[in-house]
């Protein structure tokens, strides 16, 4: 009876508390009329020719997940905000998907509430990027960033495997995908396992570091590397990140780095401070247990020499 009873008091607060339920909150009400359309498989209009109401499946590109939209940086936005407001007729005039979406810039750039995140020098560094270089202006940063569901993972999340997660996923929507792929290539992508050859361990690696890791040039100043350099200049030197000076202290751990200092203060963060090596990362618990330990022998050993003083 007592664990059917906790049971149930657990199903109650998943239930309060569920996520969910919090983020769909998020959403702006206004889009309210366009997601009940875009979250669902499939769409009725009325059909001018026959006089009928017809019933088509969506174009799964035009489908949302409500969830993933509410958990974006962008949901409390209303769609209107990006998308035209003739989108607010129902059908939608066709000739609308031929216009032009705006851009990140027209909303982040010169706006002093945003100048801390560098959007300006974000665009400066992708336009020296590979993608840029190729494809040209038509390669926007939605073609990375997806604008519904994008989360500032590197700046807000305290896992690691998470930002690593959420980053290459954004790769590998074009990378593993040879429809998307032919947009921007008159070529079959090239298979990822075969191009990384070279590289011991490829799953752990794949797992464990960001593409960008390898695939960028590092710029101090910015959070993230957006200067996605050709496959002929990839890092390919593994001491570069398995080493005391690892590279990646720069980048993929660098909010880590900095939270951590924030909360610990300078002095204690370089005593807990972590081999930076993928594949071998320290665990916290162990970390604590091994300082403890040293204490511990330290106190042990100050005891034993001040009970050979005192016997003296």
Not at 16 to 26: E, K, M, R, W
Not at 170 to 185: G, P, Y
Request: charged share 20%.
């Amino acid at each position: 009876m007592r664990s059917y009873l906790h049971f149930v008091v657990v199903i109650i607060l998943i239930s309060f508390f569920s996520p969910t339920q919090a983020q769909n909150q998020a959403l702006a009400p206004e889009n309210d009329l366009c997601l009940k359309c875009h979250t669902n498989q499939t769409i009725t209009f009325l059909n001018t020719l026959t006089k009928r109401q017809d019933k088509r499946m969506m174009n799964p590109l035009y489908i949302l997940n409500k969830d993933h939209l509410a958990a974006g940086v962008h949901a409390k936005f209303k769609c209107t905000d990006c998308h035209s407001a003739d989108y607010s007729k129902y059908p939608h005039n066709a000739e609308l998907k031929l216009e032009p979406l705006s851009t990140c810039l027209d909303c982040h750039g010169g706006d002093a509430k945003y100048a801390a995140y560098k959007f300006e020098k974000i665009d400066e560094e992708f336009q020296k990027s590979v993608h840029f270089q190729k494809v040209g202006e038509s390669f926007t940063c939605s073609k990375c960033h997806n604008q519904h569901y994008y989360q500032a993972k590197s700046r807000n999340s305290s896992e690691v495997g998470e930002i690593v997660g959420f980053s290459n996923d954004m790769c590998m929507s074009c990378h593993s995908n040879n429809n998307k792929f032919l947009l921007f290539s008159n070529k079959l992508k090239p298979e990822l396992s075969q191009i990384h050859d070279w590289l011991p361990n490829q799953e752990l690696h794949f797992k464990n570091v960001r593409c960008i890791e390898c695939h960028t040039v590092v710029v101090d100043s910015l959070s993230v590397s957006h200067n996605i350099l050709p496959k002929e200049k990839a890092l390919k030197n593994c001491v570069e990140c398995h080493s005391k000076n690892s590279m990646l202290e720069a980048s993929l751990y660098k909010y880590k780095n900095i939270q951590t200092r924030t909360e610990k203060g300078k002095l204690n963060s370089i005593i807990t401070n972590k081999s930076y090596i993928i594949g071998a990362y320290q665990n916290e618990w162990l970390n604590n247990f091994s300082i403890i330990i040293f204490l511990m022998a330290l106190v042990g050993i100050s005891i034993h020499l001040i009970i050979r003083i005192i016997k003296k």
